[in-house]
């Protein structure tokens, strides 16, 4: 059997594979949109990303023969910050080629490096956090493929189950099929007699998103979303830096905040879905995609769209005037995008314990598309985990660079 090196991410070279990978590992499957190479660095990079504040993170990459055949990131959440019902010590960027041996190795030095800090119970993947990509793809393959949405080959998940990890929790991501006379029907929520005077909606000022809607969707994400699985604050700093990018990617059209009795108490942002414009770069703005890019941008029109970020004051929420406010804003999201002809929107992630959100959706027509799984698994201290490594063809010399 060929040796499996773990190489642990140090200096741009390997960083720049590191994000580059899954592109060249699953070229051409269908369902699989390459990434910007530039966007991925805002993701991973600790000095583009605020998240890496939060925690300690260690980026691995695996090598046989000569050639790169997957990545994983392992990090644990400084003390002060504790994910709500998940582990505190997470995985996530698992990618690899159809082999559990790649697999095996790749996640035993994401649990090593973990247990080292001592890790009882992993979770993941979150890449690199619940408020940016999470889950494993395991239905949904051939879907449309969404931008910030992972893709992952139907052989990952029978691998890590394969390897003892279990499901925490599903994510489930819903598609609106919007016809173009949605937008000529009137509001059914928003108009009725006792919200009318009420309820209002406005748009999100996508041209001074710092200067005060960071601020308010922080504020409303965060109370929102408390107490729900996996939850950790999403930082003003880190929609702050958000905000560089979604003031330009994102039509006036695409973002709604209702107000009720004149305070802000839910917001919603979609995002065209930029897959269109950006998959046939695979993943290079530079020299040139980037002015194809720009011009195709200008001139597109956009068939999907995702809904990126939602929010809604906790204690609205299991009420009849929580329940209104979901629905207008559901209702004129759809609208929306059926004037700027939009046919498909997709919105997620959605536990799919959450009851609550879930039947509204589902009462607009919304339809599982895409199911992605958050795993768990217990990690032992000692369990013969040198013997396991040698027999996987990783040197000790590796191990130790891997996990140090």
């Known amino acids: 059997m ?13 960083f720049a594979t590191f994000c580059r990978l899954p592109r060249l590992l699953y070229a051409g499957a269908a369902g699989f949109a390459p990434p910007l190479d ?11 990303n605020p998240h890496y504040k939060l925690v300690e993170e260690q980026k691995f990459l695996a090598r046989r023969d ?21 582990s505190n010590a997470q995985f996530g960027a698992l990618d690899a080629i159809d082999d559990v041996e790649v697999v095996r ?21 979150f890449s690199p956090s619940v408020n940016k ?10 879907a449309t493929p969404m931008f910030f949405m992972p893709w992952h080959p139907p052989y990952l998940s029978r691998h890590l189950e394969a390897l003892g990890y279990e499901k925490a929790q599903d994510l489930l991501s819903y598609r609106f099929d919007i016809s173009s006379d949605e937008s000529d029907k009137p509001a059914r929520i928003s108009t009725r007699r006792e919200w009318r005077d009420r309820l209002k ?66 917001f919603a942002i979609a995002l065209p879905n ?12 530079f020299p040139f995609g980037w002015a194809r890019a720009f011009k195709r941008f200008r001139s597109h029109q956009f068939k999907s769209a995702r809904l990126l970020l939602l929010g809604t004051r906790k204690t609205l929420q299991r009420s009849a005037t929580g329940g209104a406010i979901f629905l207008s804003l559901v209702e004129e999201m759809r609208r929306r995008h059926a004037k700027i002809r939009v046919p498909h929107l997709e919105a997620g992630w959605v536990l799919e314990s959450n009851v609550d959100m879930r039947r509204p959706i589902e009462m607009f027509g ?16 000692g369990g013969g985990d040198e013997a396991m490594r040698m027999r996987d063809g990783v040197t000790a010399t590796q191990l130790q660079d891997a996990t140090s």
């Not at 000569?66 to 998940?86: D, E, F, H, L, S």
């Not at 990509?133 to 051939?142: K, P, Q, S, T, Y």
């Open 105 to 125: 190795a790749l996640t035993q030095a994401a649990e090593d490096w973990l247990r080292a800090k001592g890790a009882e119970r992993i979770n993941g993947p």
């Open 366 to 381: 919304g339809k599982v598309d895409k199911i992605h799984r958050i795993y768990e698994k217990r990690l032992t201290v």
């Open 2 to 14: 060929a040796r499996i090196e773990i190489l642990p991410v140090a200096g741009l070279s390997r």
């Open 201 to 266: 909606l406005r748009p999100l000022n996508m041209k001074a998103l710092k200067q005060g809607e960071t601020a308010l969707m922080a504020e409303l994400f965060n109370d929102g979303w408390s107490g729900n699985w996996g939850f950790v604050p999403f930082t003003k700093e880190e929609f702050d830096s958000d905000a560089d990018a979604l003031q330009y990617l994102v039509p006036a059209d695409f973002g709604i905040v209702v107000e009720l009795d004149g305070v802000p108490q839910s």
């Open 66 to 86: 000569g050639q790169w055949v997957g990545r994983v990131m392992a990090q644990i959440y400084k003390p002060g910050v504790t994910p709500v019902g998940a």
């Open 133 to 142: 990509e999470c889950g494993l793809l395991v239905d949904g393959f051939d």
């Open 274 to 285: 930029l897959n269109e414009i950006l998959a046939d770069l695979n993943g290079r703005l």
């Open 38 to 48: 530039l966007e991925r660095w805002s993701v991973f990079a600790h000095k583009l």
